[in-house]
């Protein structure tokens, strides 16, 4: 029996189990931002690089969907010469999709979209004595680690310390400590 959980703090880009090949992968949230102009929405509907995406729920909005995991390549230069309208869309004003994202695996190479199943999807987790552990990716996973190796264990001192106040008490006890340490470093060498 595992016990599901949230530890709030996620990342933007996380380290998943590749969908195709089961090896590590990185997904990245998808980006959304408003498109500001009815004239500019068929210039997205046709691009290769954008996504187009009219939601439908509560009140109407058109989205420009942008998947960095798979246009890792559109930096600055690369977007002016997408023509006028796609450079107007650097906009600070982008919203992280909480589930919608892309992953880039470095065994079998596949880049595609997908919709994100947090915990299911993690490269790191593994089943503690009924307990679902997990961890965003390599350096979170450091961070827990470091965190429950420390003698002070006052999460404000170490990285992810919102993920580490959530990190349920079951993992937190003394008596853990030293099975936890093992199991890290297991997963460490995954
Ligand atoms: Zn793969």
């Known amino acids: 029996?595992?016990?599901?959980y949230q530890w709030g703090g996620m990342p933007r880009e996380i380290e998943i189990a590749?969908?195709?090949?089961?090896?590590?992968?990185?997904?990245?949230?998808a980006r959304m931002i408003p498109i500001a102009r009815k004239a500019h929405i068929p210039f997205f509907e046709k691009s290769p690089?954008?996504?187009?995406?009219?939601?439908?729920?509560?009140?109407?909005?058109?989205?420009?969907?942008?998947?960095?995991?798979?246009?890792?390549?559109?930096d600055k230069n690369k977007i002016a010469t997408l023509g006028e309208?796609?450079?107007?869309?650097?906009?600070?004003l982008i919203w992280i999709s909480d589930s919608m994202g892309a992953y880039h695996c470095f065994s079998c190479h596949s880049k595609k979209p997908h919709h994100l199943n947090w915990q299911k999807d993690a490269f790191y987790k593994t089943d503690i004595r009924g307990h679902l552990f997990w961890a965003y990716d390599k350096e979170h996973l450091l961070a827990i680690r470091d965190?429950?190796?420390?003698?002070?264990?006052k999460e404000k001192n170490?990285?992810?310390?919102?993920?580490?106040?959530?990190?349920?008490?079951?993992?937190?006890q003394k008596k853990m400590r030293e099975p936890?340490?093992?199991?890290?470093?297991?997963?460490?060498?995954?």
């Open 49 to 74: 690089h954008f996504e187009y995406f009219h939601n439908k729920n509560g009140y109407s909005r058109h989205l420009v969907i942008y998947q960095p995991a798979i246009f890792a390549e559109l």
């Open 1 to 4: 029996m595992t016990y599901i």
């Open 85 to 92: 309208i796609a450079p107007l869309y650097q906009s600070p």
């Open 180 to 190: 936890m340490l093992k199991i890290i470093d297991k997963m460490l060498l995954m």
């Open 158 to 172: 170490h990285a992810y310390a919102i993920s580490l106040y959530h990190l349920p008490t079951f993992f937190k």
């Open 18 to 29: 590749c969908p195709l090949c089961q090896k590590k992968a990185v997904f990245q949230f």
């Open 147 to 153: 965190f429950i190796y420390s003698k002070e264990r």
